[in-house]
T-cell receptor, first 110, second 114 residues
Framework: GIQVEQSPPDLILQEGANSTLRCNFSDSVNNLQWFHQNPWGQLINLFYIPSGTKQNGRLSATTVATERYSLLYISSSQTTDSGVYFCAARSSPSGSRLTFGEGTQLTVNP | NAGVMQNPRHLVRRRGQEARLRCSPMKGHSHVYWYRQLPEEGLKFMVYLQKENIIDESGMPKERFSAEFPKEGPSILRIQQVVRGDSAAYFC????????????FGPGTRLTVT
C-alpha cells in the first residue's frame, strides 16, 4: 500500500515564527488531507487537498501530485497551534482507507 | 449540520470485558471508517462500512473485533474480551457516497483497559 512520510518529526518555534511541514507519499493519490490533533486529542480537519494550493487564514497547503509531496505552511504561529499535525493520503489501489503519516509534533513557545 | 458523533468519549474496561463504541456519521454521509491510534502513534485504518455492508475490513484484528453499520442507528465497533493492548483512541470518520471525498473525523473514544 501507499507509504506516507512526514518531516520533521518534531518542531519547536517561538510565537510569531513561520514554519513548513512536509508530507511525502509513495503513490499517486486521489485524496490528501491535513489534520491538527490538539492537546486534547481531537482531530481537526485543516485541508482536503489532493492537488493545488489552498489557504485558510494563517495556514496554507500545497500538493504537487506529480512529485508526490504536500506542504503545510503555518505563518505567524501562535501557542494554540501546538499539537501534532498529520498528513493522510488515499490512493486507488488502497481502496477507501486513509494512510496516515507519523505526524509532526509542533510546540510553539510564548 | 452536526459533526460526526462518537460515544462514549472515555471508556474504562477490565480485562476480559466487552467494549462497544458507537459512531453516528454526519447527516447525508453513508460511509463510515474506523481508525485506531495507539499511544504516541499515528492513526491506523481498521474497517470501512456502508449501510448494512462491510466493504473493507483488512485492518481489523482477526479475533475479538467486529464492526457493523445497521440500516438504522449508529455504527458499532465491538471488542470482545479486551486486553491491555487494546487501550487506544478509536476514531470514526464519515464521508458522502461516491467520489473519494474528504473524511470527517469524530472526537474519538479513549478506551482504557485495566
Amino acid at each position: 500500500g501507499i507509504q506516507v512520510e512526514q518531516s520533521p518529526p518534531d518542531l519547536i518555534l517561538q510565537e510569531g515564527a513561520n514554519s513548513t511541514l512536509r508530507c511525502n507519499f509513495s503513490d499517486s493519490v486521489n485524496n490528501l488531507q491535513w489534520f491538527h490533533q490538539n492537546p486534547w486529542g481531537q482531530l481537526i480537519n485543516l485541508f482536503y487537498i489532493p492537488s493545488g494550493t489552498k489557504q485558510n487564514g494563517r495556514l496554507s497547503a500545497t500538493t504537487v501530485a506529480t512529485e508526490r509531496y504536500s506542504l503545510l505552511y503555518i505563518s505567524s504561529s501562535q501557542t494554540t497551534d501546538s499539537g501534532v499535525y498529520f498528513c493522510a493520503a488515499r490512493s486507488s489501489p488502497s481502496g477507501s482507507r486513509l494512510t496516515f503519516g507519523e505526524g509532526t509534533q509542533l510546540t510553539v513557545n510564548p | 449540520n452536526a459533526g460526526v458523533m462518537q460515544n462514549p468519549r472515555h471508556l474504562v474496561r477490565r480485562r476480559g470485558q466487552e467494549a462497544r463504541l458507537r459512531c453516528s456519521p454526519m447527516k447525508g454521509h453513508s460511509h463510515v471508517y474506523w481508525y485506531r491510534q495507539l499511544p504516541e502513534e499515528g492513526l491506523k485504518f481498521m474497517v470501512y462500512l456502508q449501510k448494512e455492508n462491510i466493504i473493507d475490513e483488512s485492518g481489523m484484528p482477526k479475533e475479538r473485533f467486529s464492526a457493523e453499520f445497521p440500516k438504522e442507528g449508529p455504527s458499532i465497533l465491538r471488542i470482545q474480551q479486551v486486553v491491555r493492548g487494546d487501550s487506544a483512541a478509536y476514531f470514526c470518520a464519515s464521508s458522502p457516497p461516491g467520489q473519494p471525498y474528504e473524511q470527517y473525523f469524530g472526537p474519538g473514544t479513549r478506551l482504557t483497559v485495566t
